[in-house]
């Protein structure tokens, strides 16, 4: 099945599907698409819910990155071995979401004005997968091996240290939990690709 991910040459929200894809060595073609082909063309109306990114499986079509990250997950066995886990992945995952949200507002803000209050923050939030890493002996999230919600904080993790590199300095499960998941293969190679360097996370905003 030929796998086709469409979106902007921004990281936004796709950027932990090409993660994924790209650890797990699973080939995909990306459809890049400008603001100005977005604004001039036809496609946006042709998008189920007006919006980006696009993710192609064969005949199978999906929009909205969580469903497209679900569905990667399950095709490519990162949703733990049985429903336990994959209801707690779940559950971390779930909390990702709520730290990333927040994230993306302030990446989107105008001024650094809100930066100090997130910062201040984001020890309380990163606190739960802190607690996590240190109890599990699998060394993720959850059991043994690598899942659905290890890509986004690992993404999450690399995003917030170029906010704020000291961030993670009082949390040394997390520091060694991305150090030891970035040295990954198939991960170090993409993430010191020019692919990824070169990618801003949003437009004007370059890590």
């Not at 190679?189 to 905003?205: E, N, Q, T, V």
Request: net charge neutral; with cysteine.
């Amino acid at each position: 099945m030929s796998l086709t991910l469409t979106y902007f040459p921004v990281r936004g929200r796709a950027e932990v599907i090409r993660v994924m894809l790209k650890d797990q060595g699973a080939e995909f073609d990306e459809k890049v698409i400008t603001m100005e082909m977005w604004t001039e063309s036809t496609l946006k109306a042709s998008c189920l819910f007006g919006q980006l990114p696009i993710f192609e499986d064969g005949d199978l079509t999906l929009y909205q990155t969580n469903a497209i990250r679900r569905h990667l997950a399950r095709k490519l066995g990162l949703y733990g071995k049985d429903q336990r886990e994959a209801a707690l992945i779940d559950m971390m995952d779930e909390a990702l979401q709520d730290l990333l949200n927040k994230y993306i507002k302030l990446m989107f803000e105008k001024d650094d004005s809100g930066k100090e209050g997130y910062l201040k923050a984001l020890p309380t939030g990163l606190k739960p997968f802190e607690k996590t890493l240190s109890s599990n002996k699998g060394g993720f999230l959850v059991g043994d091996k690598i899942s659905l919600a290890d890509y986004a904080l690992v993404l999450l993790l690399i995003h917030h240290q170029v906010l704020s590199p000291p961030c993670l300095d009082a949390f040394p499960s997390l520091q060694s939990y991305l150090k030891r998941l970035c040295a990954r293969p198939n991960l170090h190679a993409y993430l010191h690709s020019d692919d990824f360097k070169s990618r801003p996370i949003i437009p004007g905003k370059r890590a």
